[in-house]
């Protein structure tokens, strides 16, 4: 793992990063070294004068002396006859001059040492600081995000494979770097003994701490959603020796934004990670390039069964579909026997789980043991982050309050707010972007939709619709969806852009749905056993038929019963619908 710098980009999940191996340790070197040389110059300039000052004041003179004494010297032995006192008076001269010479050059000798010790350490700072200077340890290179995150900047967690730069990717989600995420650092930065530990360790480190590995899905289990890989052959950059365990992974668990395997299909070039650096709890957790969008759902309903005895009695169960709507094809299905009166589905950290009737609780809708208890009563429930938002019901015709609760076992109420005036009542309610849409009749006479600011609690955009009944709202990242009542031709469609909201279009389905979603460009329509699917044109709001499933059918077959058996209408009303459509997460 490292980090990098997003400098552009980020359609379709690719960007344009600059990678750094170590220009901090280059550039405090750098400064380092140039304010050496400085101090260096400062020291050989000083002990030049001193030099100079000593060479003119001390070795010149002593010089001179026994220059002196030779002459005198000379001339005594050129007398004739010679006087041998003066001689030896001359010679004495000249060998006590020489002496006082021999000590002042020891002494400038020292001062001639130090000052080219001096020199020839800055002159190999000079030649250092050119070749620190003149490192390249930054590349700009382009880099996929591992998920589609299409947003991100500034500084980002990366992977590399395999734990060198042979192959480098964005973090799923893009997060900002911590030190838990490391950096890779050129040798040339690197002290003497970490380039040596790091050398050393490098193959058995890749192999036995493995963090990430490329690999092919050869198979996918939706319903675990779990898969096979086949890896690529993995080798360092030390002796190129092989540092897989093993060529091929089973039951790896796949986990990827809101949707997980859904993502993938069989021949995918993805990434696998390796949790606590342990090859025995491998994930696949992106792609290696052109990451999916999540476009799936889950689509819930109920099912009554009556029996053909006198009298008859009433089996009833939760059906639960996951819907590929890239492939228009269930992936997966789940039936809960014995279930309590299904008043909706909705997405619990990723996870699909039905509203009971009642409004007292949400349970697993795949069948497990999952429970939140509600506290107090309350329909059309939607997560947004670690909360939790519904509609308060108190009695029939009563829904006007937007409550909120925090998203723990049970499920506390922790606010609440008007969202409609005293004759009004909301049934449909959807949370995303720090916004809450609520649906239905809002007073005097007209139906419609209002947006609330979560953190303000202020409405900040109101549409209205005359006596034309609204049946469900949606909020997504770009849209706010409202389905109504239309004139003739199914119920219709209003697609409002957000920031600022804006109607972009009104258009009538051809169908009737009661409930819906929207993941992506796409929105979902839901009623009874059949699920429909229309494009979304991002510019103008237009919808596009794609085609319709009915999820539910093999289902309903495999359970028989009187004629009055079957999946219970979708309604919209205080409760919020009885069957829903999610997007998944």
């Known amino acids: 793992m490292g980090r990098a710098t997003i400098l552009a980009g980020g359609d379709a999940g690719l960007y344009t990063v600059r990678v750094d191996y170590g220009t901090a340790q280059r550039d405090a070197t750098v400064d380092k070294l140039t304010a050496r040389i400085a101090e260096l110059e400062t020291m050989r300039a000083g002990m030049q004068i001193t030099l100079d000052a000593f060479i003119a004041l001390e070795e010149a003179p002593a010089e001179a002396a026994v220059n002196a004494a030779i002459e005198e010297y000379v001339t005594a032995s050129r007398a004739a006859p010679p006087d041998a006192a003066v001689l030896k008076a001359k010679l004495a001269a000249h060998q006590a001059a020489l002496r006082a010479l021999f000590d002042v050059r020891a002494r400038a000798a020292l001062l001639r040492i130090r000052l080219q010790e001096v020199t020839s350490e800055k002159a190999a700072a000079v030649k250092s600081l050119a070749t620190w200077s003149a490192l390249t340890l930054e590349e700009d290179r382009p880099a996929w995000c591992a998920d589609l995150t299409t947003g991100a900047t500034g500084d980002?967690?990366?992977?590399?494979?395999?734990?060198?730069?042979?192959?480098?990717?964005?973090?799923?989600?893009?997060?900002?770097?911590?030190?838990?995420?490391?950096?890779?650092?050129?040798?040339?930065?690197?002290?003497?003994?970490?380039?040596?530990?790091?050398?050393?360790?490098?193959?058995?480190?890749?192999?036995?701490?493995?963090?990430?590995?490329?690999?092919?899905?050869?198979?996918?289990?939706?319903?675990?959603?779990?898969?096979?890989?086949?890896?690529?052959?993995?080798?360092?950059?030390?002796?190129?020796?092989?540092?897989?365990?093993?060529?091929?992974?089973?039951?790896?668990?796949?986990?990827?934004?809101?949707?997980?395997?859904?993502?993938?299909?069989?021949?995918?070039?993805?990434?696998?990670?390796?949790?606590?650096?342990?090859?025995?709890?491998?994930?696949?957790?992106?792609?290696?390039?052109?990451?999916?969008?999540?476009?799936?759902?889950?689509?819930?309903?109920?099912y009554l069964q009556y029996t053909t005895t006198e009298p008859p009695v009433i089996n009833s169960y939760g059906f639960t579909a996951l819907i590929d709507l890239t492939t228009m094809e269930r992936r997966a299905a789940w039936v809960v026997d014995d279930a309590p009166d299904v008043n909706g589905i909705v997405s619990y950290n990723a996870q699909p789980h039905f509203e009971q009737f009642g409004f007292f609780s949400l349970y697993d809708a795949t069948g497990g043991a999952d429970h939140h208890p509600l506290s107090p009563s309350a329909s059309s429930m939607c997560q947004h982050g670690d909360r939790f938002f519904g509609i308060a019901t108190s009695a029939p015709g009563q829904a006007r309050d937007i409550i909120e609760f925090s998203a723990g076992v049970t499920l506390i109420e922790t606010g609440r707010w008007a969202a409609v005036p005293g004759d009004g009542a909301i049934n449909s309610l959807s949370a995303h972007g720090g916004h809450v849409a609520v649906g239905g009749y809002l007073g005097g006479g007209n139906y419609g939709v209002r947006v609330f600011s979560i953190a303000s609690r202020a409405m900040i955009a109101e549409f209205l619709l005359g006596n034309s009944i609204v049946e469900s709202v949606e909020l997504s990242r770009d849209y706010l969806a409202v389905l109504h009542w239309g004139a003739g031709g199914g119920h219709t469609a209003n697609l409002y852009r957000r920031a600022p909201y804006a109607l972009l279009n009104s258009q009538a389905l051809g169908q009737y749905p009661f409930s819906m979603c929207i993941t992506g460009n796409k929105l979902v329509g839901k009623e009874q056993g059949d699920v429909w699917v229309w494009d979304i044109n991002p510019d103008t709001g237009a919808l596009t038929y794609v085609g319709a499933l009915r999820p539910f059918d093999d289902l309903v077959a495999a359970r028989p019963g009187t004629p009055s058996s079957g999946i219970e209408f979708d309604g919209s009303g205080i409760a919020g619908h009885t069957v829903a459509a999610v997007a998944k997460g």
Not at 193 to 204: K, R
Not at 207 to 221: A, D, Y
């Open 156 to 302: 980002v967690a990366t992977i590399d494979i395999p734990g060198e730069s042979d192959v480098i990717l964005i973090a799923p989600g893009a997060p900002a770097p911590t030190a838990v995420h490391g950096a890779l650092k050129a040798r040339e930065v690197q002290t003497g003994p970490q380039a040596f530990f790091n050398a050393a360790i490098l193959p058995g480190w890749q192999k036995f701490k493995p963090l990430h590995r490329i690999g092919t899905i050869t198979s996918i289990n939706s319903a675990a959603n779990t898969c096979a890989v086949t890896l690529d052959t993995a080798q360092s950059s030390a002796q190129a020796l092989g540092i897989n365990q093993s060529s091929s992974l089973a039951d790896v668990p796949v986990l990827y934004m809101t949707c997980n395997s859904l993502a993938f299909t069989v021949g995918d070039r993805v990434v696998v990670e390796f949790i606590g650096q342990d090859w025995e709890q491998p994930r696949v957790i992106g792609f290696e390039t052109e990451p999916r969008p999540c476009k799936a759902i889950y689509a819930g309903a109920h």
